[in-house]
């Protein structure tokens, strides 16, 4: 049961080719890793399935919804989550005030009642505080809710913006090299962060990511492009004796 | 019907401000002047954060919606040939300074949806051309006086209808950044990406930004006009606009009551510099780059920005 079907997807910018033709499928409650050498073109899959770029060609299909040509904050509402690979919360917003944006498109209410506050305000405000401190004692951030979110240690930012995708209550959650800039012991709480997510909400995750530890250790599966071009696909053991991605790869430790 | 405590606020607003007019012809007439004035400018600073501080697009023509609200409500209460003592003037001045906000936000619907692709510098210079626009298109309209000017408004303006829209403007900015709601502005503002990333459209906020700030810009002016009782195009140049810039930078962009000081301090300044005549100007702007270079996030800030590029924070923001 395919949840996300990337369709014979080409991305050109002018003459360069970021990613061609490229097939790939995410099943509703997979954990797919997308990985290969810098500039093989996977932040470029990730801006595709988002909206934040065109396709060239191809289709995306998503829960059987066409997502080419929507704009980013349509396909977001359907259902897709990201975080970004140079993390990207609100600088002047708190933790708490941060997963509140993210709960936006859960009022009922519109700009009148919001400065009015009649009609459904006060419910759906405290239908909202209910769900935010949930989330955030859920992912241990019930003490820093009130700090500046970006003032936080790095490890805790990315928590904290993997929360904010979450509380759109994704079907699919887009990571875009999670542990990058981490240390070793916040990518062990990284991995366990992302398998507690899986357990909690059970939703499909497609992961990019350089640090094989972390790609060996969570992926079920894992797709290898190289120069824009799918060159293998399989689960991790698969792939770790395979000959394409050696090569592409050589010269970088594969363990 | 549980009434929330902002409308409280908001009535006791009204009543008071409605016992004060019963003793403004008390006051020093020039005291008086100062205050409507700074009434007037908190609702143009305010009003402005709206689009510059609150939803971060960069707006230098704040002084073309005044300019709107102030012919539009000018036109309207000389049509209905209101004067200052009749009964009539209460409900006519409430249509005429109504009327001049929706025609201004209007504009503002006008100039918003085009400008949402531009940022930064080119969003501010279509802005400025905008608020140039609408001057000369008003400069050559001879039905308003053109160059010559409106002249004839009736003095209706006073202490009520000046603090009760102050009170509006407070009421709106408040409630919509403390909801989660108008959380979504904010975000806009600080990353327009990522806040598309959790399903806000920033075209919408923008826009929604836009028309409030450029309403009550618009009520502003016919404020304006009924206590100037005289306007003209040159009034509404683009100094005008850069003047309440400056009055929302140095209040702090985002900061509600930040902008209301420094909309109060910048009115009483040039007053106060009065005494010292030919260096009035030089002083004022040479407070004004002193300010900047010491805190450039505004007077009146508490917590400091992290990136210099987002708006600061206040208690109130």
């Known amino acids: 049961m395919s949840l996300l079907n990337v369709d014979n997807c080409t991305k050109n910018f002018g003459g360069l080719a970021a990613v061609s033709d490229l097939c790939m499928e995410v099943g509703t409650h997979d954990l797919l890793g997308l990985i290969g050498p810098n500039g093989a073109g996977k932040t470029t899959v990730f801006n595709m399935i988002t909206g934040v770029h065109h396709p060239t060609g191809g289709r995306i299909v998503f829960d059987g919804i066409g997502l080419v040509g929507r704009k980013a904050h349509e396909i977001a509402r359907l259902g897709i989550a990201r975080t970004f690979q140079n993390i990207r919360l609100f600088p ?64 805790l930012q990315r928590r904290v913006e993997i929360v904010r995708a979450l509380a759109t209550r994704p079907k699919l959650l887009l990571l875009d090299e999670p ?15 992302i398998k507690l997510v899986r357990e909690k909400y059970d939703i499909a995750i497609l992961l990019i990511e350089h640090d094989m530890k972390v790609v060996m250790g969570i992926c079920e599966r894992l797709i290898v492009l190289d120069y824009g071009v799918k060159i293998a696909e399989g689960t991790p053991r698969e792939i770790q004796n395979h000959p394409k991605v050696i090569e592409a790869y050589l010269g970088e430790q594969v363990q | 019907m549980k009434l929330d405590k902002s409308i409280v606020f908001l009535i006791s607003a009204f009543v008071i401000s409605g016992l004060a007019t019963t003793i403004e012809n008390r006051l020093n ?34 002084a073309g919606f005044m300019a709107i609200g102030a012919y539009t409500s000018a036109v309207i209460t000389s049509a209905l040939h209101v004067s200052r003592g ?7 001045f409430a249509i005429a300074l109504l009327f001049g906000g929706i025609v201004a936000s209007l504009f503002g619907l ?54 009760s829209t102050v009170a509006l403007v407070i009421f709106v900015i408040y409630n919509l950044v403390n909801s989660t709601y108008g959380k979504a502005f904010l975000a806009v503002r600080d990353d327009e990406v990522a806040a598309e990333a959790v399903g806000i459209s920033s075209t919408r906020v923008k826009v929604v930004a836009f028309v409030t700030g450029a309403f009550f810009a618009g009520i502003a002016g016919g404020l304006y006009a009924h206590f100037v009782t005289y306007i003209n195009p040159m009034q509404f140049s683009f100094i005008k606009s850069f003047e309440i810039v400056v009055m929302v930078i140095i209040g702090g962009m985002g900061s509600l009551l930040g902008v209301i000081l420094s ?28 300010i900047m270079i010491t805190r450039p996030q505004g007077l009146f800030v508490k917590r400091r920005s992290i990136k210099k590029n987002a708006a600061p924070q206040t208690e109130l923001s």
Not at chain 1, 127 to 155: C, H, K, W
Not at chain 1, 180 to 191: D, R
Not at chain 2, 35 to 56: D, K, P, Q, V, W
Request: hydrophobic letters at 50%; charged letters at 15%; zero cysteines.
């Open chain 1, 92 to 155: 002047s917003l708190t933790v708490y005030e941060t997963v509140q944006v993210a709960f936006n498109r859960n009022v009922r209410y519109g700009f009148s009642h919001a400065i009015s506050r009649l009609g459904s305000f006060h419910e759906d405000e405290a239908a909202v505080r209910n769900n935010i401190m949930e989330i955030l004692e859920f992912f241990d951030l019930t003490e820093v809710r009130d700090e500046q979110a970006t003032s936080l240690p790095y490890g």
């Open chain 1, 179 to 193: 542990a990058a800039g981490m240390n070793p012991s916040e990518k062990v709480s990284l991995m366990n962060l």
């Open chain 2, 29 to 62: 007439p020039y005291y008086f002047q100062i205050l409507i004035y700074i009434g007037i400018y908190i609702i143009l600073a305010s009003s402005l954060n709206i689009i510059n501080g609150y939803a971060g697009q960069f707006s230098l023509g704040h």
């Open chain 2, 86 to 92: 009749s009964v009539f003037s209460f409900p006519a």
């Open chain 2, 110 to 163: 006008i100039v918003g949806i085009p400008s949402l692709r531009l940022k930064g510098d080119y969003l501010a210079i279509t802005t400025l051309g905008f608020g140039e626009i609408i001057r000369v298109i008003v400069q050559n309209l001879d039905f308003l006086g053109a160059a010559r000017g409106f002249t004839g408004i009736p003095k209706l303006t006073n202490s009520f209808w000046v603090f």
């Open chain 2, 263 to 290: 909309a109060t301090l910048l009115t009483i300044l040039p007053e106060a510099l009065r005494g010292v005549a030919q260096y009035r100007m030089v002083i004022y702007s040479l407070l004004l780059v002193i």
